[in-house]
């Protein structure tokens, strides 16, 4: 079994910073790529950045020049460090990682964080 737990969101006034974690754990044999989404209420969720294993990281656009999303492959974590932040930044934000077990090595699978608050205040 796979969990994510995600940490470090909060409540931060406008042009502050948070660094955001997010954790597997469990029967891991490989994770591929992992990504932040946010969603806040009465908008859709929305990617916010993914860094692929090996690859190149992308961002959202409202996001560009102010969040960078960074991985240790070694702890299984992935990190949304935020700058900058405005108002609009204001979500609930989830980690989503493509994950193989031990069981099926090559069979890859989305997992979700269950989600942390961040709200900027202006």
């Known amino acids: 079994q796979v969990q994510l737990v995600e940490s470090g969101g909060g409540s931060v006034q406008a042009g502050g910073s948070l660094r955001l974690s997010c954790a597997a754990s469990g029967s891991i044999f490989s994770i591929n790529v992992m990504g932040w989404y946010r969603q806040a209420p009465g908008k859709l969720r929305e990617l916010v950045a993914s860094?692929?294993?090996?690859?190149?990281?992308r961002y959202a656009d409202s996001v560009k020049g102010r969040f960078t999303i960074s991985r240790d492959n070694a702890k299984n974590t992935v990190y949304l460090q935020m700058n900058s932040l405005k108002p609009e930044d204001t979500a609930v934000y989830y980690c989503k990682t493509s994950i193989s077990e031990y069981g099926s090595p090559y069979s890859f699978q989305d997992y979700w964080g269950q989600g942390t608050q961040v709200t900027v205040s202006s």
């Open positions: 860094i692929p294993n090996g690859g190149s990281t």
